[in-house]
C-alpha cells in the first residue's frame, strides 16, 4: 500500500491519500489540511538530515514572479 502524499510549505501544508495524480478518469482524493502538530511531524521527516524516508529528488521552490510591464 502507498502512504499519504503531502505538499509541504514553509507555512504549513496538505495530505493526499492517494497522491498527486490519477490512474483512471473519475478518480478523485480528498485533501486535508495539517494540523500544526502534523505539519510540524511531517516537516522534521522530510528534512535532507532525517531518516524517515530516503530522498529520490530534491525539493521543488515555487516562487511567485512579477508581472511583466
Known amino acids: 500500500a502507498f502512504h499519504n502524499r503531502y505538499v509541504l510549505t514553509n ?3 496538505v495530505s493526499l491519500g ?3 495524480d490519477s490512474s483512471r ?3 478523485y ?3 486535508q489540511v495539517l494540523s500544526r502538530d502534523q505539519y510540524l511531524a511531517r516537516w522534521r521527516q522530510f528534512q535532507p538530515n532525517a531518516s524517515t524516508f530516503r530522498r529520490l529528488e530534491g525539493p521543488i521552490a515555487i516562487v511567485r514572479m512579477a508581472p511583466r510591464a
Open 29 to 31: 482524493d480528498d485533501i
Open 25 to 27: 478518469p473519475g478518480d
Open 18 to 20: 492517494s497522491g498527486l
Open 11 to 13: 507555512v504549513g501544508g
